[in-house]
């Protein structure tokens, strides 16, 4: 959409333009310049196109101005906030913030009101059964490497138990 123009584009097309009744020419944009262009001739024609792309060109639009007016709403959060219990939305509509962050990213501004992301939750694919079979395959894979090692330990405390009985019952029959 173009913006709106405060001055007439030049001589030729400025008076038509305030006396034409549409609601687009009253705010003198493109859409009513486009209708007066048939109605002119060459010269002028060339020079209403000159000027308008030279208003086009030069137009900055007023992200600044939006943005110290909202600046205090902007910091409150992106849908609202909690006020004495009571939950109190924006004083600017998410329609209007968007337009107005887009407007400020695409002049190459910081935009500092967005929330902060969370981390994204991994989710893992495939069937849990075959996950679970994989783990326990790596499991007892590493399990039967220790093997020698357990199966030695174990066959000593059995012995050490084998003895210490042994040896309790040698001190009763005492």
């Known amino acids: ?13 400025g008076d038509r333009l305030r006396r034409c009744s549409c609601k687009a020419s009253r705010s003198r944009c493109l859409l009513s310049v486009d209708k007066l262009l048939v109605e002119i001739s060459e010269k002028d024609k060339i020079e209403a196109v ?21 600046r205090t709403e902007l910091s409150k959060g992106v849908w609202g906030y909690w006020e004495l219990g009571a939950w109190k939305p924006l004083g ?7 337009q107005l962050r887009k407007e400020v990213l695409l002049a190459g501004a910081d935009w500092p009101y967005d929330p902060e992301r969370k981390e994204m939750k991994t989710k893992r694919k495939g069937h ?9 395959r790596e499991r007892t894979a590493e399990l039967m490497e220790a093997m020698p090692q357990m ?6 405390r059995i012995w050490e138990r084998k003895m210490k009985a042994e040896e309790d019952a040698a001190k009763k029959a005492l």
Not at 1 to 13: D, G, K, R, T
Not at 151 to 156: G, I, M, P, S
């Open 128 to 136: 849990k059964v075959d996950r679970l079979a994989a783990e326990k």
């Open 151 to 156: 199966l030695a330990d174990y066959r000593k």
């Open 50 to 70: 000159k000027s308008v792309v030279k208003a086009v060109g030069e137009y900055k639009y007023p992200w600044q101005e939006k943005l110290a007016k909202y």
């Open 92 to 98: 600017i509509s998410a329609r209007r913030r968007a």
């Open 1 to 13: 959409m173009y913006p709106a123009f405060q001055f007439p584009l030049c001589p030729a097309i």
